[in-house]
């Protein structure tokens, strides 16, 4: 599975950044797309992410800021989106897509994004 993320970027306190994860070469349909986040110095920690049911499980993200697309396919992407409104400071971080399946030694495998950084600053 390949993942390419876009969007992120610069943005003033208050404002809003939209980022894009799209996954290709999905090949089954039990699979979760989640972001994650990383602010220098911290863990890394799970913002939000949307089952291929739908659910959808939060982690950090504040329901009223971040709000997290339904998934949409066609046949050669899975692609879902994180829309970020009222952004603060300490949202400043990179964000990370990733896509777990079952699979794998351990029964369930992830491929990730590498990465956009989101900067909130005035």
């Known amino acids: 599975v390949q993942i390419v993320q876009s969007g992120g970027g610069l943005v003033q306190p208050g404002g809003s950044l939209r980022l894009s994860c799209a996954a290709s070469?999905?090949?089954?349909?039990?699979?979760?797309m989640n972001w994650h986040r990383q602010a220098p110095g911290k863990q890394r920690e799970l913002v939000v992410g949307i089952y291929s049911t739908g659910s959808r499980v939060y982690g950090v993200a504040d329901k009223g800021r971040f709000t997290i697309s339904d998934i949409s396919s066609d046949n050669a992407n899975t692609t879902v989106h994180l829309q970020m409104d009222h952004l603060l400071p300490e949202d400043a971080a990179v964000y990370c897509c990733?896509?777990?399946?079952?699979?794998?030694?351990?029964?369930?495998?992830?491929?990730w994004g590498k990465g956009t950084l989101v900067t909130v600053s005035s």
């Open positions: 070469g999905l090949t089954t349909s039990d699979y979760a």
């Open positions: 990733n896509v777990r399946r079952p699979g794998g030694t351990s029964g369930l495998q992830a491929s």
